[in-house]
């Protein structure tokens, strides 16, 4: 069901933003800085954000205006749970799709047969700020952006968004989604909801008077938007589970190790330092 | 044991320096930047942290090459399980003696009875760098010092401490030994267990290629020194225990709520996020 003929499409290119936040928004703003498109309609059932989106200079116009009914391109950047009917709606109306969710094989699941013309994305980047107003134009430079193409998905699609990303800046990288789901699962998902339990823990004792720039940064994720960390957690819940269950064992044995102390508590401590140092050194 | 007749001291002063690490090492500069201190004398038991920390202009002169054999005052910053020992031996030859620890209530047991001129003091301040060469004049500039005077210690050694804290630019609050290490183990010894415990988990999983800012920050903490933080875990274990038992529960509890979706899971991501959002807005 794939071709390898990309269909013909000249500048001036037309995109179809679907959702307008945070991640959206940075594209829609990034691409058209970088020329990859001249020409942003929007889509987005908060109208107030889609109000804002159009008075920041995020779109052009809102899609219920605009003349068009065809796009050379179409970007769905609404919470997970609401991706797949975007894709399949925007499928039929746009040469190329793409979305930005945090969690691919449920989108696919979801999906049942792929669109030829689908390419799932997940953009490494945010902030815990949201809404259309954080929108930032260089969000996307130098990071990290993972394409899981299905098995549905057209080469020359793949070709296509892959210019996208490159155009604002981003390394593109290939997974299978389940590659994907089961890396972000320990990278991103799991550090949330234990900032999210541990927040919990927190609120129950009352007070974070006195709290230092420690406690800042290791709950920072906690602050981010509730709709679109439900559909992650949950989409994911699987992957996320596993690494959970090992970190509940670590949490034990290592408030065991506290309490008696010594060497075995020192080693696991200095193991962590180095890996975390390590961690910077490569990013440096 | 207390008297409230303050020892007569007049500048020039002259601090012992015990341990020239970050916290210590911010201190003094922070100390004779704001004239507390016109000669600050240095002693640690890494010789190369004390050369560094003469080389840096952190200390004046090393102990053993000092003519001194009285202090002014004696700041005590080494890791926790060498406090006590030195807080009783600096006591004996200088005016006022405070500690720099993150846990109280160890190092207060430790001394049975503590010398009435030692004022146990948790600066809230640091960051996952050590050594001299991080050591920064303003690192205690607006930023919180817990005192938690012990039952023996005299309220003009109290008073005096303050007087260095605040003209380091610190706010200084009062609580007891346990009150602090209570708070404490829940805003700051949890995170890094936990951060541990979450970079043995990543550890075993081979790679954070991919990680993105939230990683990142979530887990800047478990970068900080092993022999401090070992000390910290160790001393602070009870406390910790507690808490940490709560978190497993709530980490078990919002493992079931992701795999089921709905209104308690976002409830429960909201409630964390509204909270986390507090905590920023009460910072601006």
Redesign the interface.
Known sequence: MTTDSKPHKAPPATLLLVGTGLIGGSFALAAKAHGVFSRVVGTDRRTEALDAALELGIIDDRASDADESRFDAACIAVPLGGIASCVREASGIATVVFDVGSVKGSVIDALETPPENYVPCHP?????RHGPAAADAGLFSK??V?MTPTATTAPWAVEEVRRFWEAVGADV?TQTADQHDQ??A???H????????????????GS?A??????????????????V??DI??SN??H??R??????D???T??DA????GPS??R??????R???A??A??D
Chains 1, 2 share one sequence.
Request: charged share 30%.
């Open positions: 490494i980047a945010g902030s815990e990071r990290t993972v990288e890396r972000f320990l990278l991103s799991l550090p949330h909801l234990v900032a999210v339990a541990f927040m919990d823990v927190v609120g129950r004792a974070f006195g709290a230092g720039s420690g406690f800042r940064d290791f709950t920072r994720i906690a602050a981010g938007d509730a709709e960390w439900h957690l949950h819940a699987g996320v589970r690494y959970l269950d090992e970190l509940i670590d949490l034990r290592l408030g506290a309490e008696k102390g508590l020192h696991r401590i200095e193991g962590a330092s890996l975390r140092r961690f910077d490569a990013r």
